[in-house]
């Protein structure tokens, strides 16, 4: 099972910044947290991982608390693009890389 | 670069049948990973190949092979289809060491009828 907890579902006017928590009351020290998300019928793409400090991207910005059992991922300026499917992920860094575990995700559509 | 590209992009079987599903990894990246997406499970691991070994599997039966060549790219293989393995396949590439970044491909949509 998945080891993050997401709302299914959220709406976000344009040019407003979208802000997506996400539950990780059970992460270990070496875990990161990931983010994806899904654009309708493609592939994820990753947008962003931290471990304890606040990370910020082209992309996105990432807000840990300081106990880590739970984060924040900020678009600053959502666009109609960025409706998608976000998916947090706790895992290791490093050995093997390919087994994300995907919840279900935050269905976040981004409204004119 | 190019990207992670899959093929071929739909595919429609009949059960009982087999069907083998190409990933072609971004240049220089040694590790690829297969998932399976569904509307009722969501995305899930299947395994991952890392310079021609399978590194880490998830949870599906036999059925359910890969391999990967020298060059880093990867099949995967599903014998006796059932209607249930219709699903978007979905490939994913990364250099294979310390590094949080998977790339994915668009995906090979199966049908089973």
């Known amino acids: 099972d998945a080891k993050t907890t997401q709302p299914p579902s959220m709406d976000c006017a344009e040019g407003r910044a979208a802000n997506l928590p996400c539950n990780h009351s059970t992460i270990s020290g070496n875990e990161y947290v990931y983010w994806y998300r899904q654009i309708h019928s493609q592939g994820p793409q990753y947008i962003i991982h931290g471990l304890k400090n606040n990370e910020t991207n082209e992309m996105a910005s990432l807000i840990i608390t300081e106990d880590r059992k739970s984060s924040t991922l900020i678009l600053p300026h959502a666009t109609l693009r960025d409706t998608a499917v976000y998916y947090c992920?706790?895992?290791?860094?490093?050995?093997?890389?390919?087994?994300?575990?995907f919840g279900k995700g935050t269905k976040l559509s981004v409204k004119p | 670069k190019a990207g992670v590209t899959q093929t071929p992009r739909y595919l429609i079987k009949t059960r009982g049948q087999q069907v083998t599903l190409s990933c072609s990894p971004i240049s220089g990246h040694r590790s690829v990973s297969w998932y399976q997406q569904t509307p009722g499970q969501g995305l899930q691991f299947l395994f991952e190949y890392f310079s021609e070994t399978q590194r880490n599997k998830g949870n599906f039966p036999g059925r359910f092979s890969g391999r990967q060549f020298s060059n880093s790219r990867s099949e995967m293989n599903v014998s006796t289809l059932e209607l249930g393995d219709s699903a978007l396949y979905l490939c994913a590439s990364s250099p294979g060491t310390s590094t949080f970044e998977q790339f994915f491909g668009p995906g090979t949509r199966l049908t089973v009828l």
């Open positions: 992920i706790v895992r290791v860094a490093g050995g093997s890389q390919g087994n994300l575990i």
